[in-house]
């Protein structure tokens, strides 16, 4: 190790102190990532949050940033810094293996994605990716391709999904900083589950090629130990790009300067059927009390919405069929059980159904506008459980059937409406595990969910 910081504080610090540490010569990015590479291959909780790591790139581009920050040429806060890649996005030269079996023949891919194109022009050292479910389909933790990943804080329990890599990586202290996915709450549930800090922006904000079948529905994100992790982070997804032609909206749309005091709703359940668990519940209306008692004006909101899971659900199998349907037999049938029973049943729906349910998600996200009228932020709980042991979608029973949505019906509403959403730790419940606060803004107007999200961390007292 060239720097005279050890390999544990290394592991703890967040992007500005190893930025800091960077600077004044005290450790440097190859220092960095020999740590990480040590306690990623140790992994002795058996976390499996990796399905591709490349340390030989990841050392040229931890050597080419130890040179610029030793010249005083560093790029900005995220040089050096590592960061994984979820296993739904391309990386040039790498397998997108998507959580299948069914992609093993795939060749790598011929360029980098948008998101890891602007990583790497900030200097990120972009090392490996991260397991997801298969194609993302849902908010477990395991796939067929790299099978289960562990929750870091109770090994028994899931990280979430489909973002389940990159939540355990920064949960198990393997790196401060991946890159997600988030179609129904894929960033914001993992992150909740585990302790994190999960931000899925404004759909676009952050550029996302090739589209997929879940495209109008599908937001990168970002998962930190802090918000102020989160907010570096974000700073640099700040070009769109002609690969996505969402991504090429203005970027000014932000509350700063207002003068008024925020208008916060809050609502317990969203109308989703799914009930909060008994500590879900308490921690969130302590975490009212509290924001109350700071001087926060508080509103309860009746968003006029109805549960859409079932119209949500119907929609999902139609974009798993529409993943799928140009695909040979003998391919599809390389896919997993579940996700081939998905298949099925998009194969056989009809279009009265499905135009009922495209008019159901209309009302949800018209509904969802309306709220937002009369409120700048909206607050709910990030998930109606804490993490459930692993291969099962809640912590207390209930479920029944694979439609996750009926199960996790706080966070997929937002993508729906494009919304940014982001989850923050707010508390422990049962088994001593976390709980997430989601924090819901106006499309466009991410930096205010962020400047409230590292104001109420603060005000929490959340360890990152």
Same mark, same amino acid.
């Given at each position: ?32 990532? =020999? ?11 058996? $976390? ?7 340390? !030989? ?24 810094? #590592?960061?994984?890649?979820? =296993? ?114 404004? %759909? ?15 937001? *990168? ?23 996505? #032609? ?29 009930? !909060?668990?008994? =500590? ?16 926060? *004006? ?22 798993? %069929?529409?993943?799928? *349907? ?31 349910? *495209? ?15 009369? $409120? ?62 989601? $924090? ?25």
């Amino acid at each position: 190790m060239s720097g005279s910081v050890d390999s544990a504080d290394i592991l703890a610090m967040d992007i500005a102190q190893l930025s800091q540490q960077y600077g004044s010569g005290a450790c440097s990015p190859v220092d960095t990532l =020999d740590a990480m590479r040590s306690a990623i291959e140790s992994d002795t909780q058996g $976390i499996n949050a990796f399905c591709h790591l490349v340390w !030989p790139a990841a050392l040229q581009a931890a050597q080419a940033s130890e040179k610029r920050h030793r010249a005083g040429q560093a790029l900005g806060p995220l040089d050096g810094v #590592p960061v994984s890649i979820k =296993d739904l996005t391309q990386v040039a030269g790498w397998p997108t293996r998507c959580g299948s079996l069914a992609t093993q023949d795939d060749p790598p891919a011929p360029v980098d994605a948008p998101s890891v194109v602007q990583l790497r022009a900030a200097g990120a050292v972009v090392f490996g990716k991260t397991t997801t479910t298969e194609f993302g389909w849902t908010v477990l933790s395991e796939n067929p391709y790299s099978g289960l990943t562990r929750n870091p804080l109770n090994n028994a329990h899931s990280a979430g999904g489909s973002s389940s890599g990159a939540a355990a990586q920064v949960a198990a202290g393997w790196g401060p900083l991946a890159l997600g996915s988030d179609a129904g709450g894929s960033v914001r549930i993992p992150a909740s589950y585990c302790g994190l800090v999960g931000f899925k922006p404004t %759909f676009g904000l952050i550029p996302a090629a090739p589209a997929s079948a879940f495209a109008e529905f599908a937001h *990168q994100g970002v998962l930190t130990r802090s918000m102020q992790d989160c907010i570096t982070a974000m700073s640099v997804f700040s070009k769109g790009d002609p690969r996505d #032609p969402s991504s090429l909206f203005s970027r000014s749309g932000s509350a700063d300067g207002q003068e008024r005091p925020l208008r916060i709703g809050w609502s317990r359940t969203l109308g989703a059927a799914q009930l !909060p668990d008994a =500590d879900v519940a308490a921690a969130f209306e302590h975490t009212l009390a509290r924001l109350s008692a700071a001087g926060y *004006q508080l509103e309860e909101v009746a968003p006029g919405i109805e549960d859409a899971c079932a119209a949500m659900w119907t929609i999902w199998c139609s974009r798993v %069929f529409e993943s799928f *349907q140009a695909w040979p037999p003998s391919r599809r049938e390389l896919l997993g059980d579940k996700l081939r029973g998905l298949y099925r049943a998009g194969e056989q729906l009809g279009m009265a159904e499905l135009a009922a349910s *495209q008019t159901r998600l209309r009302a949800l996200g018209t509904a969802l506008a309306r709220t937002f009228c009369d $409120i700048d932020v909206l607050l709910t709980p990030s998930t109606p459980s804490v993490a459930p042991p692993a291969g099962r979608y809640l912590a207390n029973g209930n479920e029944s059937g694979e439609n996750w949505f009926a199960m996790n019906g706080y966070a997929y509403p937002f993508n729906v409406s494009q919304q940014p959403a982001l989850s923050i730790p707010m508390g422990l419940g049962g088994q001593g595990l976390p709980v997430g606060l989601q $924090i819901v803004g106006r499309k466009y107007h991410d930096k205010q969910v962020l400047q409230l999200g590292s104001a109420l961390e603060s005000l929490l007292e959340v360890s990152p």
